[in-house]
């Protein structure tokens, strides 16, 4: 946890413990769970927040899997079985899919805060951490996240898409 905490100093406790959570599904030297080992329960308070994708080689995208209610409130609908590119929109999918495509092949984790307006959404700030996480197959297959977020009265033109702070820590070094 302290060393958590040093690189992501400004970060919601909850965020750690998200963090904490997935690396207790890590067993012996992996640097990336499977997600068979990630333990919900360890985050009770948080799964109305957190999100899982997972990469579906045939099409090319991710497929929305599951998404806790308050991220289902934040897109104003339910996103599960939406793919990636139909939850962002076309505009802002190629950057979106190259974020985590930077996640699953390096490993690495992604941490941000940001005062956000995707191009075809509503303004909001959000601080969010996305991990990667292995299939049975032992292939990176799986983005699984936690979105925290707050909405606020703010002119939306005024904010670039996809704007804000991230930080990227590679799972080795976790």
């Given at each position: 946890?302290e060393?958590?905490?040093?690189?992501?100093?400004?970060?919601?406790?909850?965020?750690?413990?998200?963090?904490?959570?997935w690396?207790?599904a890590?067993r012996?030297?992996?640097?990336?769970?499977f997600?068979?080992n990630f333990?919900?329960?360890?985050?009770p308070?948080?799964?109305?927040f957190?999100w899982?994708?997972?990469?579906e080689?045939?099409?090319?995208?991710?497929?929305?899997?599951?998404?806790g209610?308050?991220v289902?409130?934040?897109?104003?609908?339910?996103?599960?079985n939406?793919?990636l590119?139909?939850?962002?929109?076309?505009v802002?999918?190629?950057?979106?899919?190259?974020?985590?495509?930077?996640?699953?092949?390096?490993?690495?984790?992604?941490?941000?805060?940001?005062?956000e307006?995707l191009?075809?959404?509503?303004?909001?700030?959000?601080?969010?951490?996305?991990?990667?996480?292995?299939?049975?197959?032992?292939e990176t297959?799986?983005?699984l996240?936690v979105?925290?977020?707050?909405?606020?009265?703010?002119?939306?033109?005024?904010?670039?898409?996809?704007?804000?702070?991230?930080v990227?820590?590679?799972?080795?070094?976790?």
């Amino acid at each position: 946890m302290e060393q958590s905490h040093a690189q992501l100093p400004d970060a919601d406790p909850r965020i750690l413990d998200f963090l904490n959570a997935w690396r207790a599904a890590r067993r012996e030297n992996e640097i990336v769970p499977f997600k068979h080992n990630f333990d919900p329960m360890r985050i009770p308070a948080l799964l109305q927040f957190v999100w899982l994708y997972r990469y579906e080689p045939s099409t090319g995208n991710y497929l929305c899997r599951l998404a806790g209610e308050e991220v289902n409130a934040a897109w104003g609908h339910s996103i599960k079985n939406k793919t990636l590119a139909q939850i962002v929109g076309p505009v802002d999918y190629p950057k979106v899919l190259e974020r985590w495509k930077r996640i699953v092949g390096t490993p690495l984790i992604q941490y941000g805060t940001a005062k956000e307006r995707l191009t075809e959404q509503t303004t909001q700030q959000a601080e969010r951490m996305l991990v990667p996480m292995k299939d049975t197959s032992g292939e990176t297959a799986y983005v699984l996240g936690v979105s925290l977020y707050r909405y606020v009265n703010f002119e939306p033109v005024h904010i670039p898409p996809l704007s804000g702070h991230i930080v990227r820590i590679n799972c080795a070094d976790i």
